[in-house]
């Protein structure tokens, strides 16, 4: 595991603009995943040029965790569809790539913790326990197929835009049809670890409370 030093960058609380200093207290706390960035030498962005276009694109504080394309940010885009198209645009225009674009709020990420459906079993490792983060709710009808796909030795279990898959001997070694559940769910999705997923909420946290 990458060291805390390395993989999150902070900002300073105040976003300088000419000889204005910005206090962006007020704005919304928001978190973007990107799909498949980094993966196997494919769509390749350096977290720092990634801050630096978010920033260009109106964000403020904003933060990365490790590479897999992790950003906290404050925005005054109230409207996620838009702020998703202007993120992807703004990502495919810079580095030539248009991943995927998941957006969930600090309460929204806070309820898709609470609700883990395996949060009171002793025998669940969060290194092992993967959420997979939808752009849009699946269909009862997907739903259905999901949780009718065989994954043992996985344990599949849907909830909302949260789809938790627990990994008991690791996910180095799954024979999980991946292919197969993205086609179920007829939405994008990207999937994160359970230390990534509280890490997160714990920076969107902290930026809140500024």
Not at 4 to 20: H, M
Request: aromatic share 6%; hydrophobic share 35%.
């Amino acid at each position: 595991m990458p060291s805390t030093k390395l993989d999150i960058f902070v900002p300073s609380r105040y976003q300088v603009e000419g000889d204005l200093a910005i206090y962006c207290c007020g704005m919304p706390v928001m978190i973007s995943l990107l799909r498949g960035v980094n993966v196997g030498g494919h769509n390749m962005i350096k977290m720092e040029a990634l801050r630096t276009l978010y920033e260009s694109l109106g964000m403020k504080d904003v933060q990365t965790y490790v590479q897999s394309g992790n950003v906290v940010f404050r925005t005054s885009e109230n409207d996620t569809a838009r702020l998703t198209k202007k993120i992807q645009n703004g990502i495919e225009k810079t580095f030539s790539c248009k991943p995927e674009i998941i957006l969930r709020s600090t309460k929204e990420l806070e309820d898709a913790i609470t609700s883990n459906p395996f949060s009171k079993r002793r025998d669940i490792e969060p290194a092992k326990l993967l959420v997979l983060f939808l752009a849009a709710d699946p269909s009862k009808q997907s739903c259905e197929k999901l949780l009718a796909i065989k994954a043992d030795p996985e344990e599949l279990k849907l909830n909302g835009r949260e789809v938790y898959i627990y990994f008991p001997n690791g996910m180095g070694k799954t024979k999980l049809p991946w292919t197969t559940i993205e086609k179920v769910l007829g939405t994008p999705g990207t999937g994160r670890n359970w230390n990534s997923v509280t890490k997160l909420l714990e920076m969107a946290r902290k930026l809140e409370d500024i």
